[in-house]
């Protein structure tokens, strides 16, 4: 019998940085205060990981609802997502910018990936969702930016999402284009585990307000926009003739024999459209015109033999797809709903709008242009914080080839973050890992020398 995996945090520990979250400005994002709250959200969520995947009782969920941190989160998680989209452009554009690392600024286009990410690995709990509060708007409103980014980007998206490197710490003129890069490669990340957010405020949405529902619904239609992620299965490609399927953060090959196999983001999507569309206070509520019933009806076609013995309860989606299309669509009664509605968006915009340039000239001189000293105790504190052998202590599967997907067992010597089963893989993928490993290996060197001089 396996031992369970030891805790990055005990409770005292844990509780005490759940008590400490807060929301931050938009101006004080990259501060001292924020960076320290970084870091907890990234150990909480770490924590948050290794309950799940062990199936230990998961003290993370149950302390940030009993400390009422849910809607902290999202508070914050919408902050960042601004930042990205107003301040990080600004700095981009500013000719006298050349920090000596990138580091600090993917710390904080990491941060809205790392919140998402705890959000997912709790959301499955139906007292999380209740503790969202008036905030499940805002996330709902989220989730639905992010997903229709992705419905509505070609599939040249998916090639970002295969070369996710750490930012390296050399003066080069291209680092802060790199940076660019690795946000946009987050953001297929991102948007993929708002899938599941999204799949779990369904599963209890008989518990939440009814504007959760008019909003999921009516306002932003998801049905028809999960009919369309699943018609472009942004999720799956084809590299060279083999189909490969994205999971756990990167493109796996799939097995001839395993092509027709359900991936749990399809199962996602599914399982959000069976709660929308048959549980019987959504079909009172939903508004279903032609537009919508001709989107739906696309459905039809996916729901083959194969995917019904995988997901039996998806029969009676089949059922109401082919009375729907049989009957002329009812429209929903009118009734007088006094909605309330999401805030934290047009909060943030309207109390920074025409201050953008001024916030990321402040936070220039304040947070990104760190002195050597600086420089060397944040190396020491994000080494402890992105600890290698805890990271891979989350991770509940044996690690797989980067060339064939295989199960493997030799890791590459140099930037430690690639597996291969055998050396001849190693090789044929040498190519495509090289750039990469570059990068890595020169983060790593760069940390273990401001570490070592910090000592």
């Not at 019904?308 to 709903?337: A, G």
């Amino acid at each position: 019998m396996e031992e369970a995996p030891a805790p990055i945090l005990l409770f005292g520990e844990a509780e005490g940085m759940v008590q400490s979250l807060q929301t931050f400005s938009v101006r004080d994002i990259a501060s001292g205060g924020w960076f320290k709250q970084h870091e907890y959200i990234e150990k909480l969520n770490m924590q948050a990981i290794l309950n799940a995947s062990a199936g230990q009782e998961e003290m993370i969920k149950d302390l940030l609802v009993t400390h009422g941190k849910i809607p902290t989160l999202i508070h914050e998680l919408i902050s960042v997502e601004i930042w990205k989209l107003k301040v990080f452009h600004v700095l981009c554009q500013l000719q006298d910018f050349q920090p000596k690392s990138t580091f600090p600024l993917y710390m904080v286009i990491h941060h809205e990936a790392t919140i998402i990410n705890l959000l997912e690995t709790i959301f499955f709990h139906k007292e999380v969702c209740e503790s969202a509060e008036d905030l499940t708007l805002d996330l709902i409103d989220y989730c639905y930016r992010k997903l229709t980014l992705l419905a509505s980007q070609s599939s040249d998206r998916r090639t970002l999402s295969q070369n996710r490197l750490l930012p390296h710490t050399a003066n080069e003129a291209s680092s802060l284009e790199e940076l660019k890069q690795q946000a946009e490669a987050l953001e297929f990340d991102i948007a993929l585990k708002c899938l599941s957010v999204t799949r779990y405020i369904s599963d209890h949405i008989d518990s939440l307000p009814l504007s959760v529902m008019n909003r999921l619904l009516n306002t932003h239609n998801l049905p028809c926009l999960l009919v369309e992620l699943l018609h472009q299965s942004p999720w799956t490609q084809s590299e060279k003739g083999q189909l490969q399927k994205y999971e756990s953060g990167r493109w796996y090959p799939v097995p001839a024999e395993d092509q027709l196999k359900m991936t749990k983001l399809d199962g996602q999507a599914w399982i959000a459209l069976y709660n929308l569309l048959l549980r019987p206070e959504c079909q009172q509520k939903y508004n279903i015109n032609s537009f919508t019933k001709g989107q739906l009806l696309k459905l039809r076609s996916f729901l083959t033999e194969v995917l019904l013995d995988q997901l039996p309860n998806l029969v009676d989606l089949q059922r109401f797809l082919s009375h729907l299309s049989v009957s002329e669509p009812t429209p929903p009664k009118k009734e007088l709903i006094l909605e309330q509605v999401p805030e934290v968006w047009d909060s943030i915009i309207n109390e920074n709008s025409g201050k953008w340039k001024a916030i990321a000239k402040y936070q220039v001189k304040q947070a990104f242009s760190p002195s050597e000293e600086d420089l060397r105790s944040q190396a020491k504190r994000w080494a402890q914080t992105y600890n290698m052998d805890v990271m891979e202590a989350l991770v509940p599967e044996k690690p797989k080839c980067g060339s064939c997907g295989s199960e493997a067992s030799k890791r590459c010597s140099r930037c430690q973050s690639e597996w291969y089963c055998k050396r001849e893989c190693q090789v044929k993928h040498w190519q495509k890992h090289k750039k990469a490993c570059d990068m890595v290996s020169e983060a790593m060197k760069n940390m273990q020398e401001e570490i070592q001089k910090e000592a």
